[in-house]
């Protein structure tokens, strides 16, 4: 594919960023890494994460949820872990989540050993990770220091309350590093869609003050491209859930991507009492093309229980 005179290219990530981080003195410096699973035959989604601070403290929490499940969701959570500072996320245990990336930004082995919950599952990246600190304007400060996402392809079998599904499909995963202020943002829709190995699709558009911040890359034919614009409309239901979205996707390479998603499993994440994210994972079609993804539109918790206490609106998102 010929790229357009006006392409700017995306600098390569060192792959020592797949690894662990100095965190500076800032009391909200903090690392996180999750990866997201969207298992739309089997109506589930599925999670984990993990997390460590400045202080050394570590944390990990894997979900599975949907109507695929007989019961409600199921959580595997453990918090306030010490964590020696020589450890890295080649050999990271915390809880039930073990995890061990090759340190190359290419692959990652994942296990869950829960008391409900088993996994493994193998991660192999689809295209060199995109960092934010790559965009003219950096990262957001408010999010990170940097950060970088990478779809990848998931293989592997998931075990629930006895009950083992194996699974062959597309997922992604980010990796940040430095402060996060969960309370600087208003609102903010961040998606993951991908169709096959070779058709991803990655954004985050967020407003915070008083500004969209908007980051992200499609890769298609080949090529990654950032994302120069998002137009987003979607549905939402009475607790303000996204169950339907459609993302026109501009990008830096002249291209327009159009994602159409259909959500079929939610999940409220409070990583502070301040702030719900609402997970979604999704089936979807880019350009057409069938696919799968995640997407999580965070709200201000008090906003969100007043949105909710006003159900005589006629409008609705």
């Known amino acids: 594919m010929k790229e357009p005179s006006s392409y700017r290219s995306i600098a390569v ?61 199921i959580v595997e959570a453990t918090d ?33 050993r829960g008391a409900r919950v088993q996994m493994d599952a193998r991660f192999q990246a689809l295209h060199p990770a995109y960092a934010y600190g790559s965009h003219e304007q950096g990262c957001p400060d408010y999010a990170a220091t940097n950060r970088f996402e990478q779809a990848g392809r998931l293989q592997g079998t998931l075990c629930i309350d006895g009950r083992e599904l194996q699974f062959d499909t597309t ?71 996204q169950t339907e979205l459609k993302a026109l996707v501009r990008d830096h390479a002249g291209r327009l991507t159009v994602v159409d998603a259909q959500c079929f499993a939610h999940y409220p994440l409070q990583p502070d009492p301040a702030t719900t994210l609402n997970e979604a994972a999704m089936r979807c079609r880019i350009d057409g093309r069938p696919g799968q993804g995640w997407s999580e539109f965070m709200w201000p918790s008090a906003y969100l229980a007043h949105l909710r206490s006003r159900a005589f609106y006629s409008f609705q998102p």
């Not at 964590?83 to 296990?111: C, H, I, T, Y």
């Not at 940040?176 to 190995?197: E, V, Y």
């Open 80 to 112: 306030d872990v010490p964590m020696a500072p020589e450890f890295n996320f080649d050999d990271w245990q915390v809880g039930a989540l073990e995890l061990r990336q090759d340190l190359k930004l290419a692959s990652a082995q994942l296990r869950v």
């Open 13 to 73: 990530l060192a792959p020592i960023h797949d690894g662990r981080h100095a965190l500076g003195a800032n009391a909200l410096a903090r690392e996180s890494i999750p990866y997201v699973i969207s298992l739309p035959e089997q109506q589930l989604g599925a999670f984990v994460y993990t997390w460590v601070n400045r202080e050394h403290r570590a944390g990990s929490i894997c979900v599975i949820y949907g109507p695929g499940l007989d019961t409600p969701a």
């Open 171 to 241: 997922g992604a995963r980010d990796h940040s590093w430095g402060t996060r202020d969960w309370q600087t943002p208003q609102h903010w829709k961040w998606l993951h869609a991908q169709a096959g190995d070779d058709c991803c699709v990655h954004f985050w558009q967020i407003q915070a003050r008083g500004n969209t911040d908007l980051r992200g890359y499609v890769f298609r034919d080949g090529l990654m491209a950032e994302v120069e614009q998002v137009e987003v409309s979607y549905k939402g239901d009475l607790q303000y859930r």
